[in-house]
């Protein structure tokens, strides 16, 4: 590690560091990506040096990501932890912040390192051999901790294989739980709600390791103002993932007797099956699927909308697109699935409907539609509550000032 001015602030430290970021992708995708790449460009404004080890590419604003970080060095599959070496050695990063890991071998070497890492726990994989943590069948919640009943009777141990040539994959439960052990060694473990926060706590981690800072969305660029126009226009945003309730969601909304149209924006592989079930609901007519649609034009689509609807039943880390419309102003419709809660308020910001609630979500739904005024009300405090509780600024201090203190306790480790 190298030396780097310091000065204080407030009472905290505030530096210009060296970061690593460490993520399985390069470009744009989802969730996790956006976060990404949203801290990195205020990280950069700030400026701390930026350096990326990644993944494959999605093929989707590659070149963006390129152009952010002054260094990209390639994990090549089967050479991570030789890859990874080498852009310690060449960067000597302050912090490693790892984001989703390619494979076990570098998680165990980052553990061994003397560098500190973060790593931001975008999602369930870190504890469940699915990744989901909702049983297949049912999708209804689990509510175990890692463990025996994962291997049987669970069957996490067989999952979709990413190889096409396969239709199911195997997940070894020893290689997992050494990964969760190997975080556990980690400086710090951040997840985006308080759901999150509660599943790591029942995996072992120490309390102190961990610290919740939701990675919530840089505002728009234009000031929003949601027309709430005649034509009723839902929008959701998010993957086309059997968790993600896409199906859910229509058959929810062909309850819904108020006229509406509902964009549907994102890819997946329940896509085709969602199409399909929406032509069986006869909903050609008010559902369009429009496919992925890049971040900066999410705004204007908000703009001539009247709700956003998350159909999500598996148990969301945060869901940070329906707090991306919140800030824009719209009212939001939800299952209450895993940290949904932290930010959507029943009553106050939009509905929080019962999980799987199929008649409920439809009956938020046609409230909203009925009544413009409180479906503005709604969107006029839900822009509160994302400026003044989930400010992107503070997210990125809070972040900063989080690095800051994890590698002081480094320095006086190895003083």
Known sequence: MVEYEVRLITGQFLTHMKILFVHDRLGAQAGAEANLFHTAVEMKRRGHQLFIAHGAGTGKEESHWRDLFLECFQLSPGSTVGNIATAIE??????????????????SFLADSHTPVVRMVHDHKLFC?????YTPWSRRPCHRALGPYCVFPCGGVISRSSDTGRRFGWVSYRKKHRELNDHKRF??????????????????VRTSRIAVHPPVPPPTKTSVSPTFCAENRLVYAGQIARGKGVDVLLRSLARVKTSYECIILGEGHHRAHCESLSKQLGLTERV??????????LSSIYEGASMAVMSSV????????????????????AFDAGGIAD????????????????????????????DKAQARSFGERGRVIAEDQFGFGNYIDHLEDLFAEVFEQELEVFA
């Open 187 to 204: 400086a710090r473990l951040i997840v985006a709600s308080h759901y999150m926060r509660s599943e790591l706590l029942r995996n072992g």
């Open 314 to 333: 598996w148990p969301e880390p945060f869901g940070a697109t329906g707090l991306e419309a919140m800030g824009c102003g719209l009212p939001v419709v």
């Open 90 to 107: 060449a960067t000597s990063p302050d912090i490693i912040y790892l984001h989703n890991p390619p494979d076990q071998s570098l998680v």
């Open 343 to 370: 930010w959507l308020r029943d009553g106050e910001n939009g509905f929080l409907i019962p999980w799987m609630d199929q008649e409920g979500f439809a009956a938020a739904v046609e409230t909203l539609l009925k």
């Open 288 to 297: 369009h699927f429009r496919g992925y649609v890049p971040q900066d034009e």
């Open 129 to 133: 051999l699915r990744g989901c943590k």
